[in-house]
């Protein structure tokens, strides 16, 4: 039997604004527990809601960047259940009349497949605090700094196909809301949380299989493990003749499975109903279009922009325009060393490297793109070498400096004088006997690749300072002198 | 002294007949010798008032002093007051000493008001007859084996008893104007949204609005203007400019449209209570205004609907009660399910757990539409009445409650019957609307309410109603026998 | 509309309220008798009227997006029936 599989995700992004939604709180991430949780946020009895004008202001934002349509009027409800890190015993959420309607994201995949992905809609809600399971004598704990905090859910139509196109598909919100600057994106941190709605039905079936969901997946990486797990249990399940239970599943990263939670079985009766201490949200066609004046430049168009006026592959285009802080740091890069290519290998080369082996995002870089920038215009203008120049930038990595700097520190500038040059291609041609008889008795086509060897040994013997272009052509010159 | 009303409090307090500090002493003293008649306190804080007193004075010989500078007076206890349990008059909250004071609390405080202490109340002000406090009834002064009326029962009765010159209570179906009636006081209700909510612990947030209780319409003016006003801190608060609520008392009420809902004077209502409005409403017409019948013709829907709403609000509002972060833990709890429930099950009494079970039916899948969305439409339908009547009078008048003060014990086994007591208050929390009662004679040796309705933000035309009634005849001087003054 | 036992049960299940089971049928009653009164609702046509949630007509007002609060954890935890190291202790939570 051939499976198509049906995906649709629900993405909790966490606004950057400076407090709650509801209280002057801050939300700033990493607080000691419970010392940005104010009467408001520990639901106090007596304490009330206002709501922050710029929660309001980014949802519309990400509204008109996902082409939906805008609530003008949205309403805040209460989704009545118990739980130790929901404080009211209600989140304050929105239901029957969210701030944005629907919308569509256009996504395409590393393999180049293209879908259109439609938003049913997306809401704006309040964040739950968090439960800490060291234990406490056989206790949790509770730290609510997080409650309260804005969230717009996005919950997108089941129209994603694989594993791959929801990742794809996560990539583009988590480019759009970082372009917009209305979440940071840190995934690691919870800024941007995704559950993904699974099910299977076979090839050809209109009628949709029944669905698990996949809770609280905090990277790309484990959108597409996560799912592909859960669809591959599902096949096994069905083809053993068992049925999909509709339930809510973990996915466990260390072992690579997904596995019913518990304490979620229980069938839920949230009791929504309009929150009365607060009142319907209007908002009118003169706000919405004074915030499309301020939309930034979308991933979409910058990534055409990229490929028009950079002359980037738009596979180079689509990687550096997905996240917002690296598409500036490349475009800053260029703008010192005045070529697209050269910047766009490093940005998605070594400084990506480092940048994953060190767990650390663009925007907290060691090497800035001044530093960049200023490299890359000493391998231009031949004062380094490519290589010498990943050299400069492990140093500037580990002990900062200008490129400059480190070169002049380090004595790394390239020597360029073909005299020196050719002191050393003598010597290295009169000490490898053996080698330039091979040369000489090779076909004229097959020497250019045994001038390698010739190569390392001057580079060997220069400490690779040596201007690699220069070397070639006087070890060739030299070397074709002895064969005739 | 203690017969006299916070405006010739203040007089006296002007003249330096007395200081802030003997006033307070002397309240202090009162309700310590007498307050176990009626237990209309929760808690007394006199330490805070005598220190409140005493920077009253100091502000008044600097010349500092405000119209209620140095005036004592008592608030129901579901208004957080910082530094002193506000416990709603639960269990679930007897240990909860609040950080923070209400934006009510803050703003007497600020008008340089002495808080002489916390009042007694229905449990989360459930309740008409204030039998559902954790700290037992509280009496009517008029007659101890009846009930003050509720919610703000203590508030009433700590009046009518002349143990504090005035009160602040709340009402969310006639929880001021209900035991004003019952206890001979006056009592107003403002526009919903008139006065903030912050602070003051939710019973359903759609109907909740605090008020002034005092002898007077006038010491209700005066109260009135320092609560009040608009607060940034409640998405609710109406944005409008503050007003004098005493300014317009004294306009002549010649030419005042009345109009009496003919629903109002039913076989149901009490015959004694019928003759005394009837009475009250031949006054107005010596003072000058003409009175019409109106109807209401859904008077009837507005118990179902309110006992819906009110509930369903309540249910959500009260999960908050949880024994995490404040308030009552049951001992040693098994799991987290067990910590809720006996929490909730032992913190709250028989009446809330009932209202927040009513509530919470009414909201669960499957009857959302047949009870809470209904019932908002059949509030719509209400203050659609209301407002086609007071396009053509300027005010409403009739019974505030359909019979006296009723024993104690007398309905609390029948909460329906409890229920009926609010029928005449309960439609102008679901409109919004305000009103106050005043009392408008005796029927038997208890106090009869007559209830007065404006549009809303009308509260100076009915202080100024209610103040030119006060003028003409004397109910509200009376004093219930037993009280010494 | 009438209220059996078992539905009064889950009823306060969902309310997370522990009712004595001898206290059950009093509650049931009494929940019935309340229902009855707000069924007389049901008589009324109601077709094509708004629902009224709340009195005045008025919309959301917006709070500026600045801090306004400061850390009050002690004074806030003094009134809480167990924390430790900043947390509120609960019975474990289990996921």
């Given at each position: 039997?051939?499976w198509?599989v049906?995906?649709?995700?629900?993405i909790?992004?966490?606004?950057?604004?400076?407090?709650?939604?509801?209280?002057g709180?801050?939300t700033?991430?990493?607080a000691e527990?419970n010392?940005?949780a104010?009467a408001?946020?520990l639901a106090l009895?007596?304490?009330?809601p206002v709501?922050?004008?710029n929660?309001?202001?980014?949802?519309?934002?990400f509204g008109l960047?996902?082409?939906?349509?805008?609530?003008?009027?949205?309403?805040f409800?209460?989704?009545n259940?118990?739980?130790?890190?929901?404080?009211k015993?209600?989140?304050?959420?929105?239901?029957a009349?969210?701030?944005?309607?629907?919308?569509f994201?256009?996504?395409?995949?590393e393999?180049?497949v293209?879908?259109r992905v439609?938003?049913?809609?997306?809401?704006?809600?309040?964040?739950?605090?968090k439960?800490?399971h060291?234990d406490?004598?056989?206790m949790?704990?509770?730290?609510?700094?997080r409650?309260?905090?804005?969230?717009v859910?996005?919950?997108?139509?089941?129209d994603?196909r694989?594993?791959?196109?929801?990742a794809?598909?996560?990539r583009k919100?988590?480019?759009?809301?970082?372009?917009l600057?209305?979440?940071d994106?840190?995934?690691?941190?919870?800024?941007?949380?995704?559950?993904?709605?699974?099910?299977i039905r076979p090839?050809?079936?209109?009628?949709?299989?029944?669905?698990?969901?996949?809770?609280n997946i905090?990277?790309f990486?484990?959108?597409?493990r996560?799912i592909d797990t859960?669809v591959a249990?599902?096949?096994?399940?069905i083809?053993?003749?068992?049925t999909?239970?509709?339930e809510t599943r973990l996915?466990?990263?260390?072992?690579?499975?997904?596995?019913s939670m518990?304490?979620?079985?229980?069938?839920?009766?949230?009791r929504?109903f309009?929150?009365p201490?607060?009142?319907?949200?209007?908002?009118d066609?003169?706000y919405?279009?004074?915030?499309?004046e301020?939309?930034?430049?979308?991933?979409d168009?910058?990534?055409?922009r990229?490929?028009?006026?950079?002359n980037?592959s738009?596979?180079d285009?689509?990687?550096?325009?997905?996240?917002s802080?690296?598409?500036?740091?490349?475009?800053?890069?260029v703008?010192?060393?005045?070529?697209t290519?050269?910047?766009?290998?490093?940005?998605?080369?070594?400084l990506?490297?480092?940048?994953?082996q060190?767990?650390?995002d663009?925007?907290?870089?060691?090497?800035?793109?001044e530093q960049l920038?200023?490299?890359l215009?000493?391998?231009k203008?031949n004062?380094?070498?490519?290589?010498?120049a990943?050299k400069?930038?492990?140093l500037?990595?580990?002990?900062?400096?200008?490129?400059?700097?480190i070169i002049?520190a380090?004595?790394l500038k390239?020597?360029?004088?073909t005299?020196?040059i050719?002191?050393?291609v003598?010597?290295?041609i009169?000490?490898s006997e053996?080698q330039v008889?091979?040369?000489k008795?090779a076909e004229?086509?097959?020497?250019?690749?045994?001038?390698?060897f010739f190569?390392?040994?001057?580079?060997?013997?220069?400490?690779?300072?040596?201007?690699?272009?220069?070397v070639?052509?006087i070890?060739?010159?030299?070397l074709?002198?002895l064969?005739? | 002294m203690?017969?006299k009303?916070?405006a010739e409090?203040a007089q006296?307090?002007?003249?330096g007949d007395?200081s802030?500090t003997?006033?307070?002493q002397?309240?202090?003293?009162r309700i310590?010798a007498l307050?176990s008649q009626?237990?209309?306190?929760i808690?007394v804080?006199?330490?805070?008032?005598?220190?409140?007193?005493k920077?009253?004075d100091?502000?008044r010989?600097?010349g500092?002093?405000g119209a209620l500078?140095?005036l004592p007076?008592a608030h129901k206890d579901?208004?957080?007051t910082q530094?002193?349990?506000?416990?709603?008059?639960?269990?679930?909250l007897?240990?909860f000493v609040s950080?923070?004071?209400?934006?009510?609390?803050s703003?007497?405080?600020n008008?340089?008001?002495v808080?002489?202490g916390?009042l007694?109340?229905?449990?989360?002000?459930?309740?008409?007859?204030?039998?559902?406090?954790?700290?037992?009834p509280?009496?009517?002064p008029?007659?101890?084996d009846?009930?003050?009326?509720?919610?703000?029962?203590g508030?009433?009765?700590a009046v009518?008893a002349?143990l504090t010159p005035?009160?602040?209570?709340s009402?969310?179906g006639g929880s001021?104007?209900?035991p004003?009636?019952l206890?001979?006081?006056?009592?107003?209700?403002?526009t919903?949204?008139?006065?903030?909510?912050y602070g003051?612990?939710?019973?359903?947030?759609?109907l909740?609005?605090?008020?002034p209780m005092?002898?007077?319409a006038?010491d209700?003016g005066?109260?009135?203007?320092?609560m009040?006003?608009?607060?940034?801190?409640d998405?609710t608060?109406?944005?409008?400019?503050m007003?004098?609520?005493?300014a317009?008392?004294n306009?002549?009420?010649?030419g005042?449209?009345?109009g009496?809902?003919?629903e109002?004077?039913s076989?149901?209502?009490d015959?004694?209570v019928?003759?005394?409005?009837?009475?009250?409403?031949?006054e107005?017409?010596?003072?000058g205004?003409t009175?019409?019948?109106?109807?209401?013709?859904?008077?009837?829907?507005?118990?179902p609907a309110?006992?819906?709403?009110?509930?369903?609000?309540?249910s959500?509002n009260?999960?908050?009660?949880?024994?995490?972060?404040y308030g009552?833990?049951?001992?040693?709890?098994?799991?987290?399910?067990d910590?809720?429930?006996r929490?909730?099950?032992e913190?709250?009494?028989?009446?809330?757990k009932r209202?927040?079970?009513?509530?919470?039916y009414?909201?669960?899948a499957g009857?959302y539409?047949a009870?809470?969305?209904?019932?908002?439409?059949?509030r719509?339908?209400?203050?659609?009445d209301?407002?086609n009547?007071?396009n053509?009078?300027?005010?409403?008048?009739?019974?505030?409650t359909?019979?006296?003060?009723?024993k104690l014990?007398?309905k609390?086994?029948d909460?329906?019957?409890?229920?009926?007591?609010?029928?005449?208050?309960?439609?102008l929390?679901?409109a919004?609307l305000?009103g106050?009662s005043?009392?408008?004679?005796?029927s038997?040796?208890l106090?009869?309410?007559?209830?007065?309705i404006?549009?809303?933000f009308?509260?100076?035309?009915l202080?100024n109603?209610a103040?030119?009634?006060q003028q003409?005849?004397?109910?509200?001087k009376?004093?219930p026998a037993?009280?010494?003054? | 509309m009438s209220?059996?036992?078992?539905?009064v049960e889950?009823?306060?299940?969902?309310?997370?309220?522990?009712?004595?089971a001898?206290?059950?049928?009093?509650?049931?009653d009494s929940?019935?008798?309340?229902?009855?009164?707000v069924?007389?609702?049901?008589?009324?046509?109601t077709?094509?009227?708004?629902?009224?949630?709340?009195p005045?007509?008025?919309?959301?007002?917006l709070r500026?997006?600045?801090v306004?609060e400061?850390?009050?954890?002690?004074?806030l935890?003094?009134?809480a029936p167990?924390?430790?190291?900043?947390?509120?202790l609960?019975p474990k939570?289990?996921?």
């Amino acid at each position: 039997m051939e499976w198509e599989v049906v995906i649709g995700l629900e993405i909790h992004v966490q606004l950057s604004t400076k407090t709650k939604i509801f209280s002057g709180a801050s939300t700033a991430f990493g607080a000691e527990p419970n010392t940005q949780a104010c009467a408001v946020d520990l639901a106090l009895p007596g304490t009330l809601p206002v709501f922050n004008e710029n929660a309001l202001r980014m949802a519309v934002m990400f509204g008109l960047a996902v082409n939906a349509e805008i609530g003008k009027r949205s309403v805040f409800e209460r989704k009545n259940y118990f739980y130790p890190d929901l404080p009211k015993g209600y989140q304050t959420t929105q239901l029957a009349e969210p701030i944005v309607g629907p919308g569509f994201v256009d996504i395409e995949t590393e393999e180049g497949v293209q879908r259109r992905v439609g938003l049913h809609h997306a809401h704006l809600e309040e964040d739950a605090g968090k439960s800490l399971h060291e234990d406490f004598h056989g206790m949790s704990g509770i730290d609510l700094n997080r409650a309260g905090t804005p969230l717009v859910e996005i919950v997108s139509e089941p129209d994603m196909r694989s594993s791959k196109e929801a990742a794809a598909y996560a990539r583009k919100i988590h480019a759009i809301v970082t372009t917009l600057g209305i979440c940071d994106g840190n995934m690691a941190e919870g800024s941007m949380r995704c559950d993904c709605n699974v099910s299977i039905r076979p090839k050809g079936e209109e009628k949709l299989g029944t669905r698990t969901e996949l809770k609280n997946i905090n990277s790309f990486r484990f959108i597409e493990r996560a799912i592909d797990t859960e669809v591959a249990r599902q096949i096994d399940l069905i083809e053993d003749g068992g049925t999909v239970v509709q339930e809510t599943r973990l996915y466990d990263p260390d072992k690579n499975e997904t596995r019913s939670m518990r304490s979620k079985e229980e069938a839920n009766d949230y009791r929504y109903f309009p929150c009365p201490d607060l009142l319907p949200v209007i908002i009118d066609d003169s706000y919405i279009e004074a915030i499309r004046e301020t939309l930034p430049e979308l991933p979409d168009a910058r990534r055409e922009r990229f490929i028009s006026e950079y002359n980037l592959s738009e596979y180079d285009a689509g990687v550096l325009s997905a996240y917002s802080a690296q598409a500036d740091y490349y475009e800053q890069v260029v703008k010192l060393s005045g070529d697209t290519k050269l910047s766009a290998n490093w940005v998605m080369g070594e400084l990506a490297k480092f940048l994953n082996q060190n767990d650390t995002d663009i925007k907290d870089s060691p090497v800035s793109a001044e530093q960049l920038g200023g490299l890359l215009v000493r391998i231009k203008d031949n004062t380094i070498s490519g290589n010498i120049a990943k050299k400069v930038f492990e140093l500037m990595w580990s002990k900062g400096g200008t490129a400059d700097e480190i070169i002049e520190a380090e004595g790394l500038k390239q020597v360029t004088d073909t005299g020196a040059i050719e002191k050393i291609v003598d010597e290295v041609i009169a000490n490898s006997e053996k080698q330039v008889e091979q040369y000489k008795a090779a076909e004229p086509d097959k020497r250019g690749k045994m001038i390698g060897f010739f190569m390392g040994k001057v580079m060997k013997a220069t400490g690779g300072k040596a201007n690699p272009g220069a070397v070639t052509g006087i070890l060739k010159q030299k070397l074709d002198a002895l064969c005739d | 002294m203690f017969d006299k009303t916070l405006a010739e409090l203040a007089q006296g307090l002007e003249r330096g007949d007395y200081s802030s500090t003997e006033l307070t002493q002397a309240y202090l003293q009162r309700i310590n010798a007498l307050d176990s008649q009626y237990n209309s306190f929760i808690t007394v804080t006199e330490e805070q008032a005598l220190a409140q007193a005493k920077a009253a004075d100091e502000a008044r010989a600097a010349g500092n002093g405000g119209a209620l500078c140095g005036l004592p007076i008592a608030h129901k206890d579901l208004f957080c007051t910082q530094g002193v349990r506000t416990s709603s008059a639960s269990k679930m909250l007897d240990n909860f000493v609040s950080p923070y004071d209400a934006t009510i609390v803050s703003r007497l405080k600020n008008a340089g008001t002495v808080t002489l202490g916390k009042l007694n109340m229905d449990e989360f002000a459930m309740g008409s007859s204030n039998e559902s406090s954790f700290y037992g009834p509280a009496r009517n002064p008029w007659n101890t084996d009846c009930v003050p009326g509720g919610s703000s029962g203590g508030s009433a009765a700590a009046v009518a008893a002349r143990l504090t010159p005035a009160a602040t209570g709340s009402d969310t179906g006639g929880s001021i104007r209900q035991p004003a009636a019952l206890c001979g006081i006056t009592g107003l209700k403002p526009t919903y949204g008139r006065v903030s909510r912050y602070g003051m612990i939710a019973f359903a947030s759609s109907l909740d609005q605090a008020g002034p209780m005092a002898q007077t319409a006038e010491d209700c003016g005066m109260i009135l203007n320092a609560m009040a006003g608009f607060d940034p801190m409640d998405s609710t608060s109406a944005e409008r400019d503050m007003e004098d609520y005493t300014a317009e008392l004294n306009q002549p009420l010649a030419g005042l449209k009345v109009g009496l809902p003919k629903e109002y004077f039913s076989d149901a209502l009490d015959a004694g209570v019928a003759e005394q409005v009837r009475n009250a409403v031949a006054e107005f017409e010596k003072l000058g205004a003409t009175v019409k019948e109106v109807s209401l013709p859904n008077t009837e829907l507005c118990i179902p609907a309110y006992y819906i709403l009110a509930p369903a609000e309540a249910s959500s509002n009260l999960s908050r009660f949880d024994g995490v972060r404040y308030g009552y833990r049951c001992e040693d709890p098994a799991d987290l399910e067990d910590l809720y429930k006996r929490s909730r099950g032992e913190g709250f009494g028989a009446e809330v757990k009932r209202r927040i079970m009513v509530g919470t039916y009414a909201l669960s899948a499957g009857y959302y539409d047949a009870y809470y969305n209904k019932a908002q439409q059949i509030r719509r339908m209400i203050q659609q009445d209301f407002v086609n009547v007071l396009n053509d009078v300027d005010v409403i008048m009739g019974p505030t409650t359909p019979q006296t003060a009723f024993k104690l014990g007398e309905k609390s086994s029948d909460p329906v019957s409890m229920y009926m007591e609010d029928i005449f208050t309960l439609s102008l929390n679901l409109a919004g609307l305000p009103g106050i009662s005043v009392p408008c004679g005796q029927s038997n040796g208890l106090p009869v309410g007559l209830q007065i309705i404006g549009n809303y933000f009308a509260e100076s035309k009915l202080l100024n109603v209610a103040h030119q009634f006060q003028q003409a005849t004397d109910w509200h001087k009376q004093i219930p026998a037993g009280v010494e003054v | 509309m009438s209220l059996d036992r078992s539905e009064v049960e889950q009823i306060a299940h969902l309310a997370r309220l522990q009712i004595d089971a001898a206290d059950i049928d009093s509650y049931s009653d009494s929940l019935n008798s309340i229902l009855n009164l707000v069924d007389q609702m049901q008589a009324t046509n109601t077709d094509g009227v708004e629902p009224l949630a709340h009195p005045l007509d008025a919309v959301q007002r917006l709070r500026a997006d600045e801090v306004s609060e400061v850390n009050q954890r002690e004074a806030l935890q003094a009134v809480a029936p167990a924390t430790e190291e900043g947390l509120f202790l609960v019975p474990k939570v289990i996921e």
